[in-house]
């Protein structure tokens, strides 16, 4: 169930994308904000990358669209960015992140160090269908803004 719930989100935000040109989908919603929806999708991979690949899986990645010296370069940096590879790298990050939990059970915990504590693969879900669940708000404002739909 809660694997169904994310991958509504997954195709949610993604929804909230198609059919939009590269510009579109770089339109801030309103100043002073950086949102964008495809700053979101940038966001959200490296989201999906932190939790599942980072602390579950406990690789070393790195980090993707941000640094040290721009940690908003996820939203910062989306009005410069690729769309089609960023799309691209999202999906990538998708697929990564259900390879690493295959198998695994809910109960399964890692360290989590900045919190200093154990974390389940079950709060990771809930996380991460927290975390859309917001951005998904915001892309619904977003797209609205853009070309008036609406909905899923």
Request: glycine share 8%; net charge negative.
């Amino acid at each position: 169930m809660l694997a169904g719930f994310l991958e509504f989100h997954r195709l949610t935000l993604l929804h909230k994308c198609a059919g939009l040109t590269a510009e579109q989908l770089v339109t801030r919603c309103a100043e002073p904000s950086n949102l964008s929806l495809l700053g979101l999708v940038r966001h959200m991979a490296a989201v999906e990358r932190a939790w599942f690949r980072a602390g579950f899986g406990r690789e070393n990645p790195g980090p993707i669209f941000w640094s040290e010296e721009r940690p908003d370069g996820d939203f910062d940096d989306a009005i410069a960015a690729d769309a089609e590879s960023d799309l691209a790298t999202y999906q990538r990050e998708v697929e990564m992140a259900r390879e690493t939990v295959a198998g695994h059970s809910l109960d399964e915990t890692f360290r989590w160090r900045s919190r200093d504590q154990d974390v389940s693969l079950r709060w990771v879900y809930l996380h991460m269908i927290e975390e859309y669940a917001r951005h998904n708000g915001h892309a619904d404002l977003i797209r609205e803004r853009i070309d008036g739909a609406t909905g899923q």
